[in-house]
């Protein structure tokens, strides 16, 4: 089974701290993704990889970074975290070229800014 | 164009009802509908999934209907169970595309018992 593991299921930081978020795959994926998600909003993709240190912007990635440098693993910075980015972060990673696209999810990570 | 809406926000059911979930997208070229279900505490994952080339597609309880002239899709529970309750996520990509999806806003769904 695919498994993505993401490094804290709760994290509470304090506004302007540097915050790092971190999710492991271990079936070898290409595709890499970080999401963040708000009652109402779904699912808003933040960055995504496709290849080790590879990245793209995905619709929301203002006030974060990432981070690619081993195939398995992909890296969520908050350089300086502020309170609108209390939210549950999601990781997810895919095969590349796959018929279906299908996404493998972590159990997220829920990150409160004070 | 890269939207997808998705609606109810919510949705309450009785056990053995069938539980209607609507999707619309604006763009053309998408050519992939999956639907995430995704359990308290747990990461979304891939339920079902329909290609526009056919109207419906089924598998057990669960079933996408998908009307390509009026760019909308839908996910049908039949016979709904309290194991059922969940949020549930559509999503619309391009087979070509680097394997980004564009997910709706999801549904959370309530079945009663």
């Known amino acids: 089974d695919v498994k993505v593991t993401q490094s804290s299921r709760y994290l509470v930081k304090r506004t302007g701290e540097k915050v790092f978020l971190e999710c492991v795959q271990d079936m070898d994926h290409e595709n890499m993704f970080w999401y963040r998600q708000d009652p109402g909003l779904g699912l808003r993709l933040i960055y995504f990889?496709?290849?080790?240190?590879?990245?793209e912007k995905g619709d929301i990635p203002e006030g974060y970074s990432v981070s690619r440098e081993k195939k398995e693993r992909f890296s969520l910075i908050l350089e300086s975290a502020s309170t609108n980015q209390t939210s549950m972060y999601l990781c997810a990673s895919s095969v590349s070229g796959s018929y279906n696209h299908e996404q493998f999810f972590g159990p997220g990570t829920r990150l409160t800014v004070l | 164009q890269q939207q997808v809406k998705q609606s109810p926000q919510s949705l309450i059911v009785q056990k053995g009802g069938i539980s209607i979930i609507n999707c619309a997208y604006e763009?053309?070229?998408?050519?992939?509908f999956p639907w995430y279900q995704q359990f308290p505490g747990k990461g979304p994952a891939l339920l079902i999934a329909?290609?526009?080339?056919?109207s419906e597609k089924k598998e057990g309880r669960f079933t996408i209907s998908f009307n390509k002239s009026a760019k909308q899709f839908s996910l049908h529970i039949m016979d709904s169970q309290p194991g059922d309750s969940a949020t549930y996520f559509c999503a619309a990509t391009f087979s070509s595309n680097t394997g980004k999806l564009i997910f709706g806003q999801g549904t959370t769904l309530q079945v009663k018992p």
């Open positions: 763009n053309t070229a998408f050519d992939y």
């Open positions: 329909i290609r526009p080339d056919v």
């Open positions: 990889s496709y290849d080790v240190k590879m990245k």
